[in-house]
C-alpha cells in the first residue's frame, strides 16, 4: 500500500507563489508511478491539474493553470511537486496529490480522470486571497 501526504499549502496574497510537495511513505514503488495534482473547491467536482510520468519525461497541464503550475519530481526523495506562480482567488481549494500504479495514464491519454488513480493524499488547504 502507498501512503501518499501532501504539505505547502497556506494562506498567500494574490500573485503571489506557493510549492506544494507530496511524499510517498513505505515500501512503494514510486519512481515506477505516474503521478497527478488535483483541486477541489466546495461545491465543485474534483478538477484535473497537472500529471507527470516515471521518469519526468512526460507531463501535463490544464488549460486552466498551463504557463502558472508546473509538475515536477524528485525519485530519489520520492516526492512529487507542484510550483504555483501567478497565484489568483479562484485558485483557492484543497488540493490532492494521487498515484497511478497499475498502469499509465499518460500513455492511454486518461491522466486527466480521477478514476485513474488508485492512491490519494489527504489534501492540503491553499487559501489565495484579493
Known amino acids: 500500500q502507498v501512503q501518499l501526504v501532501e504539505s505547502g499549502g497556506g494562506l498567500v496574497q494574490a500573485g503571489g507563489s506557493l510549492r506544494l510537495s507530496c511524499a510517498a511513505s513505505?515500501?512503494?514503488?514510486?519512481?515506477?508511478?505516474?503521478m497527478g495534482w488535483f483541486r477541489q473547491a466546495p461545491g465543485n467536482e474534483r478538477e484535473f491539474l497537472a500529471a507527470i510520468n516515471w521518469s519526468g519525461g512526460s507531463t501535463r497541464h490544464a488549460d486552466s493553470v498551463k504557463g502558472r503550475f508546473t509538475i515536477s519530481r524528485d525519485n530519489a526523495k520520492n516526492t512529487v511537486y507542484l510550483q504555483m506562480n501567478s497565484l489568483k482567488p479562484e485558485d483557492t481549494a484543497v488540493y490532492y496529490c494521487a498515484a497511478a500504479s497499475n498502469f499509465s495514464p499518460i500513455l492511454s491519454g486518461s491522466y486527466q480522470y480521477t478514476s485513474s488513480y488508485n492512491y490519494w493524499g489527504q489534501g492540503t488547504q491553499v487559501t489565495v486571497s484579493s
Open positions: 513505505g515500501r512503494s514503488f514510486f519512481s515506477i508511478y505516474t
